[in-house]
């Protein structure tokens, strides 16, 4: 039998020839993250993309700037291609990040103006694969989306007026990250950063000075940042660990000493952990998310359940900042 050889080109061009076949054949390559469907970007001159209230009628108070957290699931375009984010100019994914920033404007709005962004944040589905590498390349389009919003935001504000920044879940993530890009002067005239179920790494206070632990309730330019969960061993990693630094936001403290909310729930710190570990409550209100939320931990609670200190704090704040600024 004669062998059949080919040199070094033909076995290249040999090789690629058989990748292409058998892509073909298996339904096409798979696309890289690149490829795939982006939805358009938002235009932060329209108030379409907004949801606002200006309720500082005397002009003494501050600004929120808040960051929603997540609220789609995949879905597919017309021609089928399954998308990984929010699409903004999708009414309905709108009205649903409006069910969570009105909630919260109902408190952190009271008597201050309050501005939340509509972005493209990235759905459930990419944080349930628990990879941070997957979720922080799609991360890169929601935090353009943040980026832009809060750059439209410094520019319609009196450059003195103080500010409050806040955000949930994904929406903490955002603000871990703007903390990380905001220049001096702008974080001069911030009041405190709450990052509400999400984590603050090790790493991310070492990439900004502007990242300062909060130590009780009365100081100003720090970050707050809490996750709850039932017991330790139910800390989900990819929203809460490694943690650098949790305040207990019941009694504002960092110690281990507890407080108690509701007449019924017990908070405290577990120390090495850096979470709220609470007991005499069972988050059943709140159903589990694929399985990995709401499973021994208090995900979904982050921003109502200490609604009332949350709001007690912010007034607290801001008039701790403008008596100190001003």
């Known amino acids: 039998m004669n062998r059949i050889c080919f040199n070094k080109g033909e076995n290249i061009r040999l090789g690629y020839v058989i990748t292409l076949l058998l892509c073909m054949l298996f339904s096409g390559c798979s696309k890289t993250e690149s490829e795939e469907y982006i939805p358009q970007a938002p235009d932060y001159s329209d108030p379409t993309f907004w949801y606002t209230e200006e309720n500082d009628k005397t002009g003494q108070n501050a600004d929120v700037f808040y960051i929603v957290s997540t609220w789609e ?8 291609e399954t998308v990984h984010y929010a699409d903004v100019y999708n009414k309905k994914h709108r009205d649903d990040m409006m069910k969570e920033i009105s909630g919260v404007a109902a408190y952190m709005g009271k008597d201050n103006n309050f501005y939340s962004p509509f972005y493209r944040h990235i759905t459930i ?6 990879d941070e590498n997957i979720i922080n390349n799609r991360f890169k389009i929601a935090f353009e989306d943040v980026r832009n919003a809060f750059e439209t935001f ?17 929406g903490g993530k955002a603000v871990v990250e703007l903390l990380k890009v905001m ?82 729930i017990t908070v405290s710190v577990a120390q090495k952990e850096k979470v709220l570990v609470l007991k005499g409550y069972s988050g059943s209100e709140y159903a589990p998310i694929m399985g990995f939320l709401n499973v021994g931990d208090f995900h979904s609670c982050e921003p109502w359940l200490y609604k009332e200190c949350l709001e007690k704090n912010i007034k607290n704040r801001i008039e701790i900042f403008k008596k100190t600024r001003f």
């Open 125 to 130: 589905e990419g944080w349930a694969t628990r």
């Open 183 to 264: 220049p001096e002067d702008v974080y001069q005239q911030m009041v405190a950063a709450y990052v509400l179920g999400y984590k603050v790494t090790p790493d991310d206070t070492l990439a900004s000075t502007n990242i300062k632990a909060a130590q009780g309730p009365d100081d100003i330019g720090v970050t707050i940042c809490y996750n709850s969960v039932s017991d330790v061993k139910y800390i989900q990693p990819v929203v809460a660990a490694p943690c650098a630094f949790c305040i207990n936001p019941v009694n504002w403290r960092t110690d281990d000493v507890p407080a108690t909310l509701h007449d019924t």
């Open 73 to 80: 699931t995949d879905w597919k375009t017309d021609s089928g």
């Open 154 to 170: 410094l520019k319609n504000r009196p450059k003195s007026r103080p500010f409050v920044l806040a955000g949930f879940s994904q």
